[in-house]
C-alpha cells in the first residue's frame, strides 16, 4: 500500500514540475515605461526572421517592472534561435513608427546591443539550446526617439 502512494505522488507532483521547468530565462533592461506590453519573437534563422516569421511569439504585460527590468520565462526544445523584442507600449501588437521611418517603441536583440538603423543579422543575437541546459539572455532595449 506504502508503494502505491509513493507511485500516485509522483504520477501527480512529476508532471506539475515538469510543466513549471523553465529552460531560458529573459533579463530586459531599460524598460522606460510600465505602459503596454512587450512581445517577444523567436526565430530560427536568417530567412525567417527577414521574412518576420516567428517560429514562436509570446506577449508579456510589463507588470512586473521594477526600476525599468523585468525577467521573463519560457522553454524552448534543444537548437538555434534568436530573439527579437517590440516595447509595445500601447498595446496594438506593431512596431509604431514616425514620419522619418523611424522606430517609435523600443526594440532589443538576444544578447545583442543593436545600433544600427536596419535591421541586424540573424548571427548577430542567435543562440543555443543544449539538451538539459538553462539559458540566460539579456536584451537590453533600445529607443530611438
Known sequence: M???????????????????????????????????????????????????QA????????????????????TLPPGTYGIALLDDENSDDVMEYNFLGLPKEGFGFSDYYHTGLTMPKFDAFRFDIVEGQRKSINIRI????
Open 55 to 74: 517560429y514562436l511569439e509570446l506577449e508579456f504585460e510589463k507588470k512586473d517592472v521594477s526600476d525599468g527590468e523585468m525577467k521573463i520565462r519560457f
Open 2 to 52: 506504502k508503494s502505491l502512494v509513493i507511485a500516485i505522488f509522483f504520477l501527480l507532483i512529476l508532471p506539475a514540475a515538469a510543466a513549471d521547468a523553465q529552460n531560458v530565462e529573459v533579463t530586459i533592461t531599460g524598460i522606460r515605461s510600465s505602459e503596454g506590453q512587450v512581445g517577444i519573437g523567436v526565430f530560427r534563422d536568417n530567412e525567417t526572421f527577414r521574412k518576420e
Open 142 to 145: 533600445r529607443y530611438i526617439l
